[in-house]
């Protein structure tokens, strides 16, 4: 048989109306599609890795990092065959395989030799098109490599399901500004719309950024790969942010966003954001100015996560929007009371962002608060979503406060908002302290048995990896029947449980284990891709003991065992021996400069890297790790970055790394 004839999977019909749902053919170059095929290039050392999606008659080219063809006839095309199976299709050598024997791109002036292509599936069972590798040199291909190919792939559709995602939440805000008689109706078909997407988008970034995370961390990953996996580890991350946008506006519109309110350090937020955007604004040659008056209360309650997202959104496009001149913040406070310092009075504080850049067309300013509307600066740089300022009004708003803009073209843009708060005594701050990582158990403790539920082989699979090299006893089922039957022979210390499964769900299951007296000592952990706030009030009535979210935290998967079965670990905790009294009181030397230097200098460059990047996230946990990896070969320069990091010396870390990290 010719393998290269025009080959039709079933139900072509449907395969083709779920290609045109998503609107993306013969759209302009994406950026986000584009780093995902250079990743792919570089993961698997080929020259050319090509999006393909197979339409009715042609073969087009979302991206074709090393190729310059847009599309092709679907007729020779490799990719059409490809999207018949479920499995990466290989072809090692296309000059001795009876598939592509008469494929013009193959004895062609091309001369196509190497192809392997993991096929484009939707969440409803279509192959679209293909992520595929090309080489003009025969090759083998491993199964990891295999595997990285099917990752990608599923991130290619991660991200189309993302854009399908915006519109549809544009369109059913358009729906509900048209129909307000149906506005419970709408809002609940946002609900059920918010909790379908967060599962099914949020879920499947667990895997990619857990297994990057275990993969980072490997002693046996050669530098470069450890670098490749980073590259998708910040790719996650990244979709990750634009996941929690589209979420949050959700969640907003729906009615879900509750005011977490909590005492803090005003002071503190205020450095940290300084520290995180100085080395942004010097590297566009920008002054940053963060300037609080002396009637500022330091120690405040209200929502800080919120209160911290309004400014970060402010600043990262103050900074964006300006090539030259300053990004001033202005931060005031005014009380009713005779002292605006005395605890318990209600303030209210007032913030301004203002910057030096480009400005606002008169056109555009009452646009700017709009959901996915972009102005015309913003949508000439091509990036985010158009939700950053929507989302920022409403929790300003939320916050008891409102926001409002004023810019002159060429010249400056000024945001400026309010929100009310509580002054508070510093003794009652909600102190966070970083969790040291785990490097195994305390002896002589029970053998703790451990089940994990979940229907995606993946998740279970991270989790896995996680608990067994400490010697947690594991068993796994791939739905609540198959729990309640495990938990009835094995009768596990502790269960995390997936609440959405097919069979039965992680509710009836947790229900009937709780509903038996045995059940009670079994601790039950619900673990949900779900972004609603109240789902954790849903678990917690059906009998589980905690909650935990997608994507989580291995601090916070051994913290939940800790707290509800007693396991008690040994951790990598930093060394308390001195080395330099100086770097630990906060007071750094040049002479300790020029050995952080050269300690710093002698790191693999993906170390360096990874703790500048931890640094700009202003990640202590996260810093804490990287360093102890240093300490198992410079203990002197680990402990001293440790003094710098718990003094909160971030910006002389971003200093020593960014040379080196770029």
């Known amino acids: 048989m010719d393998c290269n004839q025009q080959l039709t999977p079933n139900q072509e019909s449907e395969r083709l109306r779920a290609l045109r749902r998503y609107e993306i053919?013969?759209?302009?170059?994406?950026?986000?599609?584009?780093?995902?095929?250079?990743?792919?290039?570089?993961?698997?050392?080929?020259?050319?890795?090509?999006?393909?999606?197979?339409?009715?008659?042609?073969?087009?080219?979302?991206?074709?990092?090393?190729?310059?063809?847009?599309?092709?006839?679907?007729?020779?095309?490799?990719?059409?065959?490809?999207?018949?199976?479920?499995?990466?299709?290989?072809?090692?050598?296309?000059?001795?395989?009876?598939?592509?024997?008469?494929?013009?791109?193959?004895?062609?002036?091309?001369?196509?030799?190497?192809?392997?292509?993991?096929?484009?599936?939707?969440?409803?069972?279509?192959?679209?098109?293909?992520?595929?590798?090309?080489?003009?040199?025969?090759?083998?291909?491993?199964?990891?490599?295999?595997?990285?190919?099917?990752?990608?792939?599923?991130?290619?559709?991660?991200?189309?399901?993302?854009?399908?995602?915006?519109?549809?939440?544009?369109?059913?805000?358009?729906?509900?500004?048209?129909?307000?008689?149906?506005?419970?109706?709408?809002?609940?078909?946002?609900?059920?719309?918010?909790?379908?997407?967060?599962?099914?988008?949020?879920?499947?970034?667990?895997?990619?950024?857990?297994?990057?995370q275990l993969m980072v961390r490997s002693n046996t990953l050669c530098a470069e790969n450890k670098e490749n996996v980073s590259m998708i580890m910040r790719s996650g991350e990244h979709l990750l942010s634009l996941i929690n946008q589209v979420l949050d506006f959700s969640k907003i519109e729906a009615g879900h966003a509750t005011l977490n309110e909590k005492n803090f350090d005003l002071y503190q937020l205020l450095d940290e954001l300084e520290n995180m955007f100085q080395l942004r604004a010097t590297n566009k040659g920008l002054d940053l100015l963060i300037i609080p008056t002396s009637l500022l209360p330091q120690y405040v309650r209200t929502d800080e996560v919120k209160l911290r997202q309004v400014l970060i959104n402010l600043l990262s496009n103050a900074i964006k929007f300006t090539s030259f001149g300053k990004v001033t913040v202005r931060v005031s406070a005014f009380s009713n009371q005779l002292s605006s310092a005395e605890e318990n009075t209600q303030q209210r504080i007032y913030f301004e962002v203002e910057d030096t850049g480009a400005g606002i067309a008169a056109d555009d300013l009452d646009k700017v608060f709009e959901a996915f509307v972009q102005t015309k600066t913003g949508r000439e740089s091509q990036e985010g979503t158009g939700l950053g300022l929507a989302i920022t009004r409403k929790f300003v708003q939320l916050m008891g406060g409102e926001i409002s803009v004023s810019s002159q073209v060429g010249c400056s843009t000024t945001f400026k908002f309010n929100i009310q708060a509580s002054v508070v005594a510093p003794m009652d701050l909600e102190r966070q302290q970083s969790k040291p990582t785990v490097v195994a158990l305390e002896p002589n403790q029970p053998s703790y048995r451990i089940m994990i539920v979940d229907d995606q082989p993946i998740n279970r699979q991270l989790l896995h990896k996680l608990l067994k090299p400490l010697g947690f006893e594991l068993q796994e089922a791939t739905n609540?029947?198959?729990?309640?039957?495990?938990?009835?022979?094995?009768?596990?210390?502790?269960?995390?449980?997936?609440?959405?499964?097919?069979?039965?769900?992680?509710?009836?299951?947790?229900?009937?284990?709780?509903?038996?007296?045995?059940?009670?000592?079994?601790?039950?952990?619900?673990?949900?891709?779900?972004?609603?706030?109240?789902?954790?009030?849903?678990?917690?009535?059906?009998?589980?003991?905690?909650?935990?979210?997608?994507?989580?935290?291995?601090?916070?998967?051994?913290?939940?065992?800790q707290k509800h079965i007693g396991v008690r670990y040994v951790y990598d905790v930093p060394s308390t021996k001195s080395t330099s009294t100086n770097i630990e009181a906060g007071v750094v030397t040049p002479a300790d400069v020029e050995k952080l230097t050269e300690g710093i200098a002698a790191l693999p460059l993906d170390i360096v890297t990874n703790l500048y990047q931890a640094t700009i996230n202003l990640d202590l946990d996260e810093m804490l790790t990287i360093i102890a990896q240093i300490r198992q070969s410079n203990e002197a320069l680990a402990h001293n970055l440790a003094d710098l990091a718990n003094n909160f010396q971030y910006q002389r870390i971003l200093t020593l790394t960014q040379p080196i990290a770029g």
């Open 25 to 212: 053919l013969d759209t302009p170059p994406d950026g986000a599609f584009e780093s995902i095929t250079s990743i792919a290039a570089k993961l698997l050392k080929v020259p050319i890795s090509i999006v393909s999606l197979v339409d009715s008659d042609r073969i087009w080219f979302k991206s074709h990092h090393g190729l310059e063809v847009q599309q092709i006839d679907r007729t020779p095309g490799l990719c059409a065959s490809a999207i018949l199976s479920n499995e990466v299709y290989t072809i090692t050598d296309a000059s001795k395989d009876v598939r592509s024997l008469t494929n013009p791109l193959v004895v062609g002036e091309m001369g196509l030799r190497f192809y392997a292509a993991a096929p484009l599936q939707t969440h409803d069972g279509h192959n679209l098109g293909t992520l595929c590798v090309i080489d003009k040199q025969p090759r083998s291909i491993s199964e990891e490599e295999k595997s990285i190919l099917t990752d990608l792939a599923a991130v290619v559709i991660d991200e189309m399901e993302l854009r399908l995602a915006a519109r549809k939440v544009a369109q059913l805000n358009a729906e509900l500004a048209q129909a307000k008689e149906a506005a419970e109706v709408a809002n609940n078909a946002k609900s059920a719309f918010l909790a379908n997407m967060s599962h099914e988008l949020r879920s499947p970034l667990n895997a990619i950024l857990g297994f990057s």
């Open 480 to 561: 609540g029947k198959e729990a309640v039957e495990v938990w009835e022979s094995w009768e596990p210390h502790c269960i995390f449980m997936d609440m959405r499964m097919p069979v039965m769900d992680g509710y009836e299951a947790t229900k009937h284990i709780k509903s038996a007296l045995k059940g009670q000592a079994t601790a039950v952990i619900a673990l949900t891709a779900s972004a609603l706030e109240d789902e954790k009030a849903i678990v917690l009535s059906v009998g589980c003991d905690d909650f935990l979210g997608k994507p989580f935290r291995e601090a916070d998967i051994f913290a939940t065992m």
